[in-house]
């Protein structure tokens, strides 16, 4: 027997089921999904809540006020920036532009030994600052030396030993991801192996990861690798080697040795892996252009030490070894990023401003501008000196992310290296779209997934129910790095929105004010 159902009923029924769906605070429509995984991608939408990705699949039953079409786009996680150096730029500009315009939702701090000290104390900052991105930190091998020792060129006491694994501990219980070492810089350049490997074995001890800036990343590279092998295999620690790459033309196709060099670790069971920029130019302090030795003990120090004739003598005669080692006769591959004293030197070589103050073009000369530079103070710089095939080489290689190696940046601030601003949409644009170094599931693997599961994010780096809702939306076809060596202060471009904790922190390419970061602990 068939029953008619009237009209209104069928309507009143049809209404009711819209009513009864759930709702949700955001709802994500028709995007192609890659989810951080490497899989393949997928057609889906994605319904968020109270920072939380709800549910995610094909037709999704929720209800929303707020609707993104991501038809012809793509969705994946918020990108993680596990190499960054954000301390002291947080509160200059808290929007975070030039990571939010390329994708990124969380960083990693605390880099190359280099951190803040009291990351319970930082953690409370960064909660009542409120970061448009997540902010997870390591703690800095330097910056604990120099707690207890100073920037004294020499081991540790026990006693200053023991003072420098409390510190790391206190850190770790605070929330630090891992203790990090940058092994150029004063005071670690001084630090042995066996002083490390006891202040990692701290850090094991909360699950923390070992991050190092080598002590060598040009012709004693293979010496570098081996000694942060080594205190990752007797601390039992895994290792992350930031900015992988080959310095100095002479070292150039190198890669693959490096490169075998991780292979062979992996398959002995050490939890190693490697970072980089996707650029062939590194930048960090001028002062590495001198000897360590020079730089013991503080500004003032470096200052009388350069005013004596033999230091002085010594210093040339051992940067012209280093620039005939590159094969080169000037110190054209140094460009000042930024020179507190005169800011008319920043966007030129040490060889451009040799000739600006009218010495003699010669590589001796401009040494002696190094000098002068250090005298006052020191400069931040950009050096030209990789070569494009170890670049690509590298990123080839499956356990290897991205990472900016950079500050938030201020508009217009100095001629920083243009990684601050486009490094994750570099490698969209030229790696994966125009040359097909990489599909676009694994460039973002590498951005999400790896670097979460490396750093213990746990809730981060994947589309999945129950994580949280750091998004990313962009167009794969228009995505575009814009900052250039010549012209580097440039938002990316191509990113539609951007999710930070389930709020619109981009929307349709415009950062919304919205400043929804949190303090990761570990």
């Not at 790459?245 to 292979?263: C, D, F």
């Not at 170094?437 to 979460?452: G, K």
Request: charged share 25%.
């Amino acid at each position: 027997m068939f029953y008619k159902i009237p009209l209104l009923a069928v309507c009143i029924f049809g209404s009711l089921q819209v009513w009864t769906q759930p709702s949700c605070d955001v709802l994500i429509r028709n995007g192609k999904i890659i989810n951080g995984t490497g899989n393949g991608w997928f057609y889906g939408d994605i319904a968020v809540a109270q920072g939380k990705i709800l549910a995610i699949g094909k037709n999704i039953a929720y209800n929303s006020k707020t609707i993104i079409d991501a038809n012809g786009l793509v969705v994946a996680p918020g990108f993680i920036d596990v190499h960054t150096h954000i301390e002291g730029d947080e509160d200059k500009d808290p929007l975070a532009q030039s990571f939010i315009y390329d994708g990124v939702t969380t960083v990693v701090a605390g880099n190359c030994g280099s951190s803040n000290l009291d990351i319970g104390r930082y953690f409370r900052w960064l909660d009542s600052l409120k970061l448009s991105i997540n902010v997870a930190t390591l703690i800095g091998h330097n910056d604990v030396r120099k707690a207890v020792m100073g920037r004294a060129n020499r081991g540790p006491s026990a006693e200053e030993q023991k003072k420098m694994e409390v510190l790391v501990g206190q850190a770790m219980k605070d929330g630090a991801v891992g203790f990090s070492t940058g092994l150029i810089y004063i005071p670690g350049t001084y630090a042995q192996s066996g002083e490390l490997v006891a202040l990692a074995k701290v850090a094991a001890q909360y699950n923390g990861v070992y991050a190092t800036h080598m002590r060598s990343e040009g012709n004693k590279v293979t010496d570098a690798i081996r000694e942060a092998l080594q205190i990752g295999r007797e601390a039992k620690i895994p290792v992350e080697i930031s900015h992988f790459k080959l310095s100095g033309q002479q070292n150039w196709g190198r890669s693959k040795e490096t490169v075998a060099m991780i292979e062979s670790a992996r398959r002995e069971g050490i939890d190693v892996t490697i970072d980089q920029y996707p650029y062939t130019a590194s930048s960090t302090s001028i002062s590495t252009l001198l000897p360590s030795e020079t730089l013991a003990d503080g500004q003032d120090s470096i200052r009388a030490r350069l005013q004596r004739p033999e230091v002085r003598k010594y210093v040339i005669s051992d940067m012209l070894k280093s620039l005939k080692q590159r094969k080169l006769k000037h110190f054209s591959y140094a460009v000042v990023a930024y020179y507190r004293p005169d800011t008319s030197y920043n966007g030129k070589s040490i060889e451009q401003i040799n000739r600006m103050k009218g010495r003699k073009h010669k590589a001796r000369e401009e040494a002696k501008t190094v000098m002068d530079i250090m005298m006052n103070g020191g400069a931040s710089a950009v050096f030209h000196g990789m070569g494009e095939g170890d670049v690509r080489y590298i990123m080839k290689y499956p356990y290897d992310m991205f990472a900016s190696d950079a500050s938030i940046r201020i508009m217009n601030q100095g001629m920083p290296h243009p990684r601050g601003y486009g490094t994750n949409a570099r490698v969209l644009a030229k790696y994966v779209r125009q040359e097909k170094v990489l599909s676009l599931e694994e460039a973002i693997r590498r951005m999400t997934s790896l670097p979460a599961q490396k750093f213990n994010l746990s809730d981060r780096g994947l589309l999945k129910e129950g994580m949280a809702a750091d998004i990313v939306v962009f167009d794969p076809a228009t995505v575009q790095d814009r900052a250039t060596f010549e012209k580097p202060h440039a938002y990316s471009a191509g990113f539609e929105y951007v999710l930070v904790n389930g709020k619109i922190t981009v929307q349709h390419g415009q950062h919304t004010g919205e400043r929804a970061g949190r303090a990761l602990r570990q």
